[in-house]
């Protein structure tokens, strides 16, 4: 079946560091990949996606690659601050499955100290 | 654009009543909405599919007679959690597909509902 696999947390980095949270996934199909961000008692805002292999998704310095022969996405950012810390969920949905349903990892916590 | 709505954003019940929650595609036409439960530091679960004009689809596990889903027009959804019980607590998001031919299967989110039981 369909399913992602995300690296646990939480991650801790100091403000400036290099982020990545690894991004696997399992698919029938093709999938379209996604990247979500929760901030506290929020809901989840789309980071950046990609929707076929070799795709790079990038927004707020963000970036991730929809890597094929690997089946995977993980994300990076060069130098991390602290409004960045919060929950990220790597996702993936198939179209043409006819149910449009996303599968969505188990989430990362990033702290990002001053 | 693009943006899905919530409200309430938190509702305190008393255990054993009914709360409503809704879910409005503000500015484009969903014909299909997800209803997710996500729970104190764990990933989101999707509880059920609705399309519009039709009954919701929902998972493995999720007890359709507890958690009435209602989706009565292209910009509405509902979720019923009846006869609501402490365990019921929960964080609940919902989202919008636009229905746009070839697309991504791009989903919208809400911003939550803190629901909690007393």
């Known amino acids: 079946g369909d399913s992602v696999t995300q690296m646990e947390g939480p991650v801790t980095l100091s403000e400036e560091a290099f982020l990545t949270i690894n991004c696997t996934y399992t698919a029938t199909g093709y999938p379209s990949l996604f990247w979500y961000v929760q901030y506290p008692g929020e809901g989840l805002q789309l980071l950046l996606k990609?929707?076929?292999?070799?795709d790079k998704g990038s927004n707020k310095g963000f970036e991730a690659t929809y890597r094929k022969e690997t089946t995977s996405f993980h994300l990076e950012k060069g130098s991390v601050q602290v409004s960045d810390s919060a929950v990220y969920f790597c996702a993936l949905s198939v179209p043409g499955s006819g149910t449009y349903k996303y599968f969505f990892g188990t989430g990362t916590r990033l702290k990002v100290l001053a | 654009g693009a943006v899905v709505s919530q409200h309430p954003s938190r509702v305190i019940c008393k255990s054993g009543t009914s709360v409503k929650i809704e879910c409005r595609s503000l500015d484009f036409q969903a014909t299909t909405m997800f209803w997710y439960r996500q729970f104190p530091k764990k990933s989101l679960m999707l509880m059920a599919t609705s399309n519009e004009g039709s009954k919701a689809t929902y998972e493995q596990g999720v007890e359709k007679d507890k958690f009435l889903i209602n989706h009565a027009s292209l910009t509405l959804s509902t979720l019923t959690v009846t006869s609501a019980h402490p365990e019921d607590s929960s964080f609940y998001i919902c989202?919008?597909?636009?229905?746009?031919?070839?697309?991504?299967?791009?989903?919208?989110f809400g911003p939550g509902t803190r629901l909690t039981v007393l």
């Open positions: 990609a929707t076929k292999a070799d």
């Open positions: 989202s919008a597909r636009v229905a746009v031919a070839g697309s991504y299967n791009e989903q919208f």
